[in-house]
């Protein structure tokens, strides 16, 4: 309703780059939208980098505890500014934005759809209040919806860990250790888990989290982020 009456004062605009676009419910302009790139189909099995070499880089410094991996996005452009407005300016339609491809991807392949339900990675507490939401659980809880797939969150971030993204490799690991839990193990022990984030930069939160619900029980588990970097 506000958004309605908001929308006849101010011109809806592209959330990427600030343009004007016409219809109400557009998030980017058509310009931003052909600059977006999709990753590409030749990745890696486990990680869904995009593969320069063999075995991938990323899987040679760290053994996954994931099952697999996958990405719509490449990281940047329309897309860094889509997830920077999500995460920071208070701007929630993205998420829905994000959905849709995920959704269809995951209708595409039996074995995405082959999972119990869908989680996302959780914020801590005082982080999710002070921004309003997790943005992660906006994108994954739309995901359950297009796709019927059920939406749970198993997992509770008990540290309020430094932003991951200024630090190195080794202390973005460090950072994380201990830092989530499984709330009743009932919920996770046996299940198949899609697991939600908008970004895989080195996949240390993913895989801490995976980590989390492997030792819990959980019998597959399949990361899937908006973008990678
Ligand atoms: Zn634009
Ligand atoms: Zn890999």
């Known amino acids: 309703m506000f958004a309605d009456a908001l929308n006849l004062l101010i011109p809806p605009a592209c959330l990427a780059c600030g343009s004007r676009i016409d219809e109400q419910n557009q998030v980017i302009c058509e310009a931003c939208e052909a600059k977006m790139m999709m990753v590409g189909s030749d990745t890696c099995s486990v990680c869904g980098s995009e593969l320069k ?8 410094e760290e053994s996954f505890a994931f099952d697999s991996a996958r990405a719509i996005f490449k990281f940047g452009g329309p897309v860094k500014e889509l997830i920077h407005v999500l995460k920071y300016n208070g701007y929630e339609s993205p998420a829905g934005y994000f959905a849709l491809p995920i959704a269809e991807l995951i209708e595409s392949e039996p074995a995405l759809q082959d999972h119990d339900y869908i989680c996302a990675v959780p914020l801590h507490p005082v982080r999710r209040r002070e921004r309003g939401y997790n943005q992660a659980e906006l994108i994954a809880s739309c995901v359950a919806y297009l796709t019927g797939l059920p939406f ?24 994380l250790n201990g830092a989530f839990r499984i709330k009743k193990t009932s919920q996770v022990a046996g299940k198949k888990i899609l697991l939600l984030d908008d970004v895989f930069t080195t996949g240390s939160t993913l895989n801490e989290i995976a980590k989390t619900l492997r030792f819990a029980g959980a019998s597959k588990i399949t990361a899937i ?5």
Do not use: D, H, I
């Open 152 to 175: 749970e969150m198993p997992v509770v971030r008990k540290v309020n860990t430094l932003s991951q993204t200024l630090l190195s490799k080794a202390r973005r690991v460090k950072n």
């Open 53 to 60: 070499e063999y075995p991938c880089r990323a899987c040679l």
């Open 225 to 229: 982020t908006v973008a990678r970097a």
